[in-house]
T-cell receptor, first 114, second 113 residues
Framework: DVKVTQSSRYLVKRTGEKVFLECVQD?????MFWYRQDPGLGLRLIYF???????EKGDIPEGYSVSREKKERFSLILESASTNQTSMYLC?????????????FGPGTRLTVL | AQSVTQPDIHITVSEGASLELRCNYS??????LFWYVQSPGQGLQLLLK??????LVQGIKGFEAEFKRSQSSFNLRKPSVHWSDAAEYFC???????????FGAGTRLAVHP
């Protein structure tokens, strides 16, 4: 079974803090993704990575950065958290890049920025 | 630009009733289409996917979906809903390389006993 884990289920931070969200997958997948989920908007892609140290911007990268130093770990960084970044964050991974492959999702981190 | 529309934000059905969740997509080429389900407090789980061949796709938990190119639709169906099917359902289309997904806004399903 593919397992994607996220470091925290719930997180509360203050405006201006630097926030790290961690994601780990155990299936040697090349591609990893960070999404943000908001009511009425579905999931929106923030960043993705197709290899170690490689990253690409998604649809809403502003205010975020990412790090992928090891294949199994993909971190999302909020350099200076703001209240409009209060949201559910979902990490996903998949092997290869074929269109038919399946993305496997972690349980999500619900972040509240006060 | 590619997009996915799920016209129904909330749907309520009675247990045992049939279900159809609508999904329309906009995509220039042959689409790769997915349905995911998110139970409360959980991540997303793949129900089924379509990429070629038979336009009627069977998935897990008794769900099926039909790809209709002429209508740009990929509606999800289940003949008899169970209370445990209460969840949020997302339709998605694969976009470009690296299998990026574009998601619809989701449909929240409530099941009455």
């Amino acid at each position: 079974d593919v397992k994607v884990t996220q470091s925290s289920r719930y997180l509360v931070k203050r405006t201006g803090e630097k926030v790290f969200l961690e994601c780990v997958q155990d299936m040697d997948h090349e591609n990893m993704f960070w999404y943000r989920q908001d009511p009425g908007l579905g999931l929106r892609l923030i960043y993705f990575s197709y290899d170690v140290k490689m990253k690409e911007k998604g649809d809403i990268p502003e205010g975020y950065s990412v790090s992928r130093e090891k294949k199994e770990r993909f971190s999302l960084i909020l350099e200076s958290a703001s209240t409009n970044q209060t949201s559910m964050y979902l990490c996903a991974s998949l092997t290869g890049g074929e269109g038919t492959d399946t993305q496997y999702f972690g349980p999500g981190t619900r972040l509240t920025v006060l | 630009a590619q997009s996915v529309t799920q016209p129904d934000i909330h749907i309520t059905v009675s247990e045992g009733a049939s279900l159809e969740l609508r999904c329309n997509y906009s995509y220039g080429a042959t689409p790769y289409l997915f349905w995911y389900v998110q139970s409360p407090g959980q991540g997303l789980q793949l129900l089924l996917k379509y990429f070629s061949g038979d336009t009627l796709v069977q998935g897990i938990k008794g769900f099926e979906a039909e790809f209709k190119r002429s209508q740009s639709s990929f509606n999800l169906r289940k003949p008899s809903v169970h209370w445990s099917d209460a969840a949020e359902y997302f339709c998605a289309v694969g976009s470009g390389g690296y299998n990026k997904l574009i998601f619809g806004a989701g449909t929240r399903l409530a099941v009455h006993p």
